[in-house]
């Protein structure tokens, strides 16, 4: 690296949060009189994670739902984009999920009995908890589920709508999500100063513990590169290979607009040359390639959903959580909501796990630890999603053309 972009490095987000993770590590390691500041730090940081955390989520899905009026002008295509998108993202969450099991970065005790008729009261007792009964004590109970519950009516409900009523609530749902993201691109600004307090916080739990947290933290990456891995190179090459495409000479010649996206980490970015080499590769027509992808590029998110999966669950068991069979069910599902209301969100996925660890009062200590990892994992998310997105337009264009 040549010394002028070293110091633009330095200069960048990135930079900050490199240096605040270092200078946590010293922090923490030299100057202990500064734990208590730490956690003052960082109980403000998560306190503004809350405020914004559960807004987010909810616009984020309405905004997006609501405002897909192509499912309405072209119901076939929009359809079947739909039936692709939602089903990788279901296999990505869930290939995330049985790799974290396999694996198991926390070495949790595992919950799974749910047989016994106690347990089953118990959930009954917590899915009706689940279903709201109240707007405004749902929000205030931070039931993260009962919100995404009522995003996903209203925004549905919303499509069927006359086309004035639907535009009007689309662009009042549009216009909020707008406002929540100029607040969480402050709050980015502020995420360095938090990485400084929560590096601080797990040193401190380093020193006070005996854990095997830097163990812990390489299988977590291990976990969501491996998850990425399948998803990648067996769930989509099997979905084309069933359509009668050859996957990995596609593959091979997607490899241009994937490298676009792998170091530019935007699907938005590396959306033009996507569109041209999906056209080039599947033969996918010009109408299917301008609706589909610009689409996709917005829901189609397998690999957010694999990293909301994942991180939640390790940072959640990490701090004494434990998961039952049909809570990590449940979190597939929830996953791929949060994954398809993704997008436009700094710091994409990254920042929604946080906003649902905030929610269920989850410390965000290793959350932050995560955070200088988070720019190399991104370039493989990324590239996996746009990978994604060539697949579901070409499996599409199969379709149209059999129809």
Not at 24 to 51: C, E, N
Request: glycine share 4%; proline share 3%; charged share 10%.
């Amino acid at each position: 690296m040549q010394k002028g972009s070293f110091f633009s490095y330095l200069l960048s987000l990135n930079g900050f949060i490199f240096i605040a993770a270092t200078l946590g590590v010293l922090t923490g390691l030299y100057i202990p009189q500064l734990f208590s500041s730490a956690h003052v730090v960082s109980d403000i940081v998560i306190s503004l994670l809350k405020l914004i955390s559960l807004p987010l989520i909810f616009f984020s899905v309405t905004a997006t739902i609501s405002g897909m009026s192509s499912i309405d002008e072209m119901r076939n295509i929009g359809r079947k984009v739909i039936k692709y998108t939602l089903s990788t993202t279901l296999i990505a969450a869930t290939v995330a999920l049985i790799v974290f099991l396999i694996v198991d970065p926390t070495a949790s005790d595992f919950v799974c009995n749910i047989t016994d008729v106690d347990d089953f009261g118990g959930y009954f007792d917590f899915m009706c908890k689940l279903v709201p009964s109240n707007v405004v004590t749902t929000f205030a109970e931070n039931n993260v589920i009962g919100i995404m519950l009522i995003a996903l009516g209203l925004s549905f409900a919303t499509l069927t709508l006359p086309e004035k009523n639907k535009n009007m609530l689309n662009l009042f749902f549009s216009s909020f999500f707008a406002a929540l993201l100029k607040i969480t691109q402050a709050l980015v600004y502020m995420i360095p100063i938090g990485v400084w307090a929560f590096t601080v916080i797990f040193i401190e739990n380093l020193q006070t513990q005996k854990t095997d947290s830097l163990k812990q933290l390489a299988l977590y990456v291990v976990c969501i590169m491996l998850a990425n891995f399948v998803q990648g190179f067996v769930v989509l090459p099997l979905f084309l290979k069933w359509k009668g495409y050859k996957p990995f000479h596609s593959l091979k010649k997607m490899s241009p607009a994937l490298s676009v996206a792998f170091f530019s980490r935007s699907s938005n970015v590396a959306l033009p040359m996507t569109m041209e080499y999906t056209q080039r590769t599947f033969g996918v027509s010009e109408k299917i390639a301008n609706i589909t992808l610009p689409l996709c590029s917005t829901i189609n998110m397998n690999a957010c959903a694999a990293f909301i999966i994942t991180t939640v669950l390790f940072v959640a068991q990490s701090n004494g959580m434990v998961f039952s069979l049909f809570d990590m069910i449940l979190w597939i599902f929830i996953a791929t909501i949060a994954a398809i209301g993704n997008a436009g969100v700094p710091m994409g996925c990254y920042f929604l796990s946080g906003a649902l660890l905030a929610a269920m009062n989850v410390p965000l200590a290793l959350l932050g630890v995560i955070l200088p990892l988070y720019a190399l994992i991104d370039m493989f998310e990324t590239a996996i999603n746009v990978w994604s997105d060539a697949c579901v337009a070409a499996m599409v264009q199969k379709e149209v053309k059999h129809d």
